[in-house]
């Protein structure tokens, strides 16, 4: 490992341990007192968070284990659960591609990619030199990662001594993270537009195509209409002659 790539790395790392890294681990609180409700063993617990890396997903496939569905069932189930994520990991991934990379180096970057990390490497990776891009990015993941499956751990470890209401509490962590690191992040009119036109129609979404598939309706939705609507303002500012003048 060369000092640039070092630098990087330890870098991703101090900035997952910030806060992000937390707020992600701490919702796995109560993936860890689920599966231990289940009745599976610690190791299955935190290789479910190690091999899933979703709270969502594995919450799906627990309860639907807990109550007697199949593996195969609740396996497609979480598959499924997982689509949100594609849009996030296609939009990440040019900025993690250099040269001579192999697949299975852009699968492994690509695994981790959810919510919170997603929105930290949006923000940080566009303006940092390719040759960080990488071991930043795997060093922020790798940290979240870790403390994560620690955190998945830590809760199976105190079931019983977290309240139920807590640890189902715990998983809107991200949720909450995630908008006010939006908004945060937002820059242009097209992103205010986006994050706003999403919230509003969720409500309409979720009416039309069921709380299955609304946030990703309403957000596609919401999406296109905010960037027509910034690309037409941009374009239309273009045309503009800047100091023109007939005199």
Do not use: K
Request: charged share 10%.
């Amino acid at each position: 490992m060369n000092v640039i790539t070092r630098r990087y790395a330890l870098a991703g790392a101090r900035s997952a341990l910030v806060l992000p890294a937390w707020i992600i681990g701490f919702s796995f609180l109560g993936v860890g007192s689920l599966v231990r409700d289940v009745g599976h063993p610690i190791g299955a617990a935190m290789l479910s968070t190690l091999m899933i890396y979703a709270a969502p997903a594995q919450l799906i496939l627990y309860t639907a284990l807990a109550n007697g569905g199949s593996v195969v069932a609740a396996a497609i189930a979480v598959a499924f659960s997982a689509i949100r994520l594609f849009p996030m990991t296609l939009s990440l991934m040019p900025y993690l591609r250099r040269p001579n990379q192999s697949t299975a180096e852009l699968v492994l970057l690509a695994h981790p990619v959810a919510a919170t990390i997603w929105i930290e490497s949006m923000r940080r990776l566009p303006p940092m030199e390719q040759a960080g891009r990488v071991p930043y990015y795997a060093g922020f993941a790798i940290t979240c990662t870790t403390i994560c499956v620690t955190m998945t751990g830590i809760g199976y470890a105190l079931v019983g001594a977290l309240p139920v209401a807590l640890a189902a509490g715990l998983v809107f962590i991200i949720p909450i993270y995630f908008t006010i690191a939006m908004a945060f992040g937002a820059m242009r009119l097209g992103d205010w537009l986006a994050i706003g036109l999403g919230m509003a129609l969720l409500p309409v979404a979720t009416w039309a195509v069921t709380s299955d598939y609304d946030i990703l309706a309403g957000g596609l939705v919401a999406g296109t209409i905010a960037y027509g609507i910034d690309r037409f303002r941009r374009r239309r500012t273009e045309r503009v002659p800047s100091g023109s003048s007939d005199v």
